[in-house]
């Protein structure tokens, strides 16, 4: 069991800035985030407000209550912008939605047919802004507004320039979460004109001889403090490598660089709970030995495998190099040759899908790939499966190891980011160990910690059965998380360089 401290911080006035939330839509994690950290603040006593656009998307945005019908100002420019703020409900957390027809009344969030719409840098940098805009005309003064990605890294620059002088900001401080490096929000000058303060910045520029300001950089400089979504992954941010070219901007900032590791929503992925499972299990042997049994057979069933008792593996992702795929193409032959059932549960690069669709004609007996996006299905993966596979080329935080810890499914992962921080690699700590872990980003790799996961399920069942209910003891609670973030909100948490390894269990 993970023990935090708790924070000793006062209510705080919490603007949560996020492009996308859970509960009103959703393309990746981010809403998860957006959805239960706020939701988890508001437990704890503070008041806390979702900002996010008014998409098309939004199911219920028709029955949004209209607080504010107004524009936006911009310096230089004597044409200013209308939006409306109107507000939704999600859960206990009161959602701001801005409604602005030219920027967000769009079949897609951020693109369409994999192709970003051209104007995204104008629409998120309208977006940050009129989040700022917006505070004092519904007296909303935020002690804190955390922002999160590229979408809402303008929010922090506009508060040390444009509103460096505003009173009403005075006592304001941003924080920016780094979900996914990778996605700098990079745009040429163009698309900025309604933040003519960018035009005086060059160092925000990429250094690639263009024109081009990235909104992640203009976050990391101007926040008062830079968290990612695991202690491991902020570490990673200060190398070449794990920065994705931005090593220097989070090196600069590493006296205020934080790793907090994301909540899961036991609600939503408990055995105990689930709706979408065959047979519902408690952590005890007998419950867990039941439930496993009957939740491996319906899986199988499923995805027209055998009904063998033998050890199944699932992986649950996009198709993605992001995700490790190309380390498991080379390794899935090999390893099938062994008396084993694999479900790959995903959709993506279609080169991928057809590279997956030939091992599963030739290994059809053992391997099932289901090319789709399935949620009650990833939870009968989660549930039905033994091992979990992530051989992620780098993870910011990860969920489907956390998940899989909680059904007894014990992950085998690479050790990056959050996978690194979550998961307890057998071969080094054998106690408390709920998992195996692999450094080397190579197929090979893979295949040791896969084959050595098989010689324990087949030839030591106690002590597999023993790391199972070490991985279902493993909790990471939004409450939790919350916690530390009101101790880095406050100060009183530790940056990421002085904190301390990982330990559960």
Same mark, same amino acid.
């Given at each position: 069991?993970?023990?935090?401290? %708790?924070?000793?911080?006062?209510?705080?006035?919490?603007?949560?800035?996020?492009?996308? *939330?859970?509960?009103?839509?959703?393309?990746?994690?981010?809403?998860?985030?957006?959805?239960?950290?706020?939701?988890?603040? %508001?437990?704890?006593?503070?008041?806390?407000?979702?900002?996010?656009?008014?998409?098309?998307?939004?199911?219920?945005?028709?029955?949004?209550?209209?607080?504010?019908?107004?524009?936006?100002?911009?310096?230089?420019?004597?044409?200013?912008?209308?939006?409306?703020?109107?507000?939704?409900?999600?859960?206990? *957390?009161?959602?701001?939605?801005?409604?602005?027809?030219?920027?967000?009344?769009?079949p897609e969030l951020y693109a369409e047919n994999n192709e970003g719409y051209r104007d995204n840098g104008e629409r998120f940098a309208f977006f940050s802004a009129v989040a700022l805009d917006m505070c004092a005309k519904?007296?909303?003064?935020?002690?804190? *507004?955390?922002?999160?990605?590229?979408?809402?890294?303008?929010?922090?620059?506009?508060?040390?320039?444009?509103?460096?002088?505003?009173?009403?900001?005075?006592?304001?401080?941003?924080?920016?979460?780094?979900?996914?490096?990778?996605?700098?929000?990079?745009?040429?000058?163009?698309?900025?004109?309604?933040?003519?303060?960018?035009?005086?910045?060059?160092?925000?520029?990429?250094?690639?001889?263009?024109?081009?300001?990235?909104?992640?950089?203009?976050?990391?400089?101007?926040?008062?403090?830079?968290?990612?979504?695991?202690?491991?992954?902020?570490?990673?941010?200060?190398?070449?490598?794990?920065s994705h070219g931005m090593a220097s901007d989070f090196q600069h900032r590493s006296g205020v660089l934080y790793g907090i590791v994301n909540g899961c929503d036991y609600g939503d992925w408990s055995p105990e709970t689930?709706?979408?499972?065959?047979?519902?299990?408690?952590?005890?042997?007998?419950?867990?030995?039941?439930?496993?049994?009957?939740?491996?057979?319906?899986?199988?069933?499923?995805?027209?495998?055998?009904?063998?008792?033998?050890?199944?593996?699932?992986?649950?992702?996009?198709?993605?190099?992001? %995700?490790?795929?190309?380390?498991?193409?080379?390794?899935?032959?090999?390893?099938?040759?062994?008396?084993?059932?694999?479900?790959?549960?995903?959709?993506?690069?279609?080169?991928?899908?057809?590279?997956?669709?030939?091992?599963?004609?030739?290994?059809?007996?053992?391997?099932?790939?289901?090319?789709?996006?399935?949620?009650?299905?990833?939870?009968?993966?989660?549930?039905?499966?033994?091992?979990?596979?992530?051989?992620?080329?780098?993870?910011?935080?990860?969920?489907?190891?956390?998940?899989?810890?909680?059904?007894?499914?014990?992950?085998?992962?690479?050790?990056?980011?959050?996978?690194?921080?979550?998961?307890?690699?057998?071969?080094?700590?054998?106690?408390?160990?709920?998992?195996?872990?692999?450094?080397?980003?190579?197929?090979?790799?893979?295949?040791?910690?896969?084959?050595?996961?098989?010689?324990?399920?087949?030839?030591?069942?106690?002590?597999?059965?023993?790391?199972?209910?070490?991985?279902?003891?493993?909790?990471?609670?939004?409450?939790?998380?919350?916690?530390?973030?009101?101790?880095?909100?406050?100060?009183?948490?530790?940056?990421?360089?002085?904190?301390?390894?990982?330990?559960?269990?």
């Open positions: 069991m993970v023990t935090r401290k %708790k924070s000793n911080s006062k209510p705080q006035q919490i603007l949560f800035v996020a492009s996308e *939330v859970d509960g009103l839509v959703k393309t990746g994690g981010l809403a998860d985030v957006a959805k239960s950290l706020p939701a988890a603040l %508001k437990e704890l006593g503070h008041d806390v407000r979702v900002v996010m656009p008014l998409y098309r998307k939004v199911p219920n945005g028709a029955e949004a209550v209209e607080l504010l019908d107004t524009e936006l100002q911009v310096p230089t420019q004597p044409q200013a912008v209308p939006y409306k703020v109107k507000q939704l409900q999600n859960g206990d *957390v009161p959602v701001y939605t801005v409604d602005a027809p030219v920027y967000f009344d769009r519904l007296g909303f003064k935020p002690d804190v *507004v955390h922002c999160n990605d590229w979408h809402t890294g303008l929010v922090p620059f506009l508060l040390k320039t444009r509103y460096a002088d505003d009173t009403f900001y005075a006592d304001t401080k941003s924080v920016i979460t780094i979900h996914n490096a990778v996605f700098k929000g990079t745009f040429n000058y163009d698309q900025y004109s309604l933040i003519p303060e960018l035009i005086q910045k060059r160092y925000l520029q990429l250094e690639d001889g263009a024109a081009n300001i990235s909104m992640l950089k203009a976050g990391v400089a101007f926040a008062d403090k830079v968290n990612a979504v695991s202690p491991n992954y902020a570490k990673e941010l200060l190398t070449e490598i794990g689930d709706p979408y499972i065959k047979q519902r299990f408690k952590a005890n042997k007998v419950s867990l030995a039941r439930g496993k049994k009957a939740c491996k057979r319906d899986l199988q069933q499923q995805v027209n495998l055998p009904l063998d008792d033998v050890p199944l593996y699932g992986m649950v992702c996009r198709l993605t190099e992001q %995700k490790g795929i190309q380390y498991l193409l080379p390794a899935l032959r090999d390893f099938l040759v062994n008396d084993v059932q694999i479900v790959l549960v995903g959709s993506g690069d279609p080169k991928l899908a057809d590279a997956l669709r030939e091992i599963s004609a030739d290994f059809s007996d053992k391997f099932a790939f289901i090319e789709a996006y399935d949620n009650p299905l990833a939870h009968c993966v989660e549930a039905g499966s033994d091992f979990f596979l992530m051989p992620s080329q780098f993870e910011p935080c990860g969920l489907n190891q956390i998940y899989s810890l909680a059904y007894g499914t014990l992950p085998i992962v690479r050790g990056v980011g959050g996978l690194k921080d979550t998961v307890i690699d057998y071969d080094n700590t054998p106690q408390v160990a709920t998992g195996f872990i692999f450094d080397a980003p190579t197929p090979e790799a893979l295949l040791i910690k896969m084959q050595r996961s098989l010689l324990l399920y087949c030839q030591r069942p106690q002590e597999f059965k023993r790391l199972q209910q070490n991985a279902m003891a493993c909790r990471f609670e939004w409450k939790d998380a919350a916690e530390q973030y009101l101790r880095m909100y406050s100060g009183e948490e530790e940056p990421v360089l002085e904190k301390k390894p990982f330990e559960c269990a």
